[in-house]
């Protein structure tokens, strides 16, 4: 099954085509990512209106692209799938409204993807992995931890009570003049920084429920650039170093809260990061180091699978039209949707992960 994907929801334009054979392996053929990040650098964060006008601008040659790349044609598709949140509407309406359209002339199956459970299951299109696993997700909007019991089974364990990880990353560039997106450039000024040299807190450290909070740890590093106006490149290394020490401390603290839920359940020992936060190398060792010490296999994408692509949309697409989860014309775009309303009752999914 050949299935082309479309990504709209955020700054990044994006069309990929995956393959998936009838044992659920996938083959990535194309993907195609354009970043608005130019339009936007300007305002220091995405403004959602010249997002979605950026995208009715690029989006048709963004698909034409993914279809060369992949040396296909409309007519090798057999379902399309598109980001139908959550995410700014405007941006999330281009792409579903894209969708349908190729849906409707080409008589394919269409599939309104939610943009999590696409980060969610993009390690079954890398390495082949599919649930039950524990997963964290990190990006630029949430930080949450779900039980993936099996396919199409999302339940919330925890997230945070304020920022999401990534926006703090995002924050801290801000204060400290590093650009937009700011998640990438804090870890290139942490890299010669000292990760000791600024004591930062570990919001909720040691809180049984598996929450997040970041807000207290962003004031935190206000302050110390504040007292060390104006901050010189020393300065600004070694307090992204030390923001990235706590970030990471704490993401393994919490880690170990959700994983004494998740163990309730009895299921495999696995962890699955994803999402754009879950590219920075600082925080996947911190991950790792817990999985090690926890017995668990630690999984992630690869990094630019990890930030905003379609590979994963196209994905997530293939493996709801192979279960017979297909959506009609109708369809609704939405600003939020949470994972956990996109769970299918297992009775009804045609295929198990278990099972297949
Ligand atoms: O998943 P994503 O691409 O878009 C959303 O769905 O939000 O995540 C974007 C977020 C941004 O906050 C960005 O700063 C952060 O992921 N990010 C990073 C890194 N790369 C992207 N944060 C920390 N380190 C990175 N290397
Ligand atoms: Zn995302």
Redesign the pocket.
Known sequence: MTVLGIET??D?TAAAIVRRDPFGNGTLLSSIIRSQFKDHEAYGGVVPEIAARAHVQVVDKIVEAALNEAQLDFGDLDGVAATAGP?LIGGVLVGLVTAKAIALVHDIPLAAVN?LEG?ALTVGLTEGLRPPYLLLL?????TEFLKVGGAFQYEKLGGTIDD????A??KV?KMLGLGF????A??RTAASGDPYRFDLPRPLAGRTRPDFSFSGLKTAVRQVALTHAPVSRQVAADLCASFQKAAGDVVRDRLRAAMTIYEASGLARRLVVA???A???A?RTALLKECEASEYTFHAPP?GL???NAAMIAWAGANRIAAGLVDGLDVAARARWPISEVSVPVETVKELSAAE
């Open positions: 929801s955020c990044e995410g943009h980060h990190v990006s630029g909007g949430h999401a990880l990534g926006e990353f995002d560039a997106p700011g998640g990438p804090v870890e999402g754009g936060v590219s920075n190398r925080l990094s990890c930030t905003d």
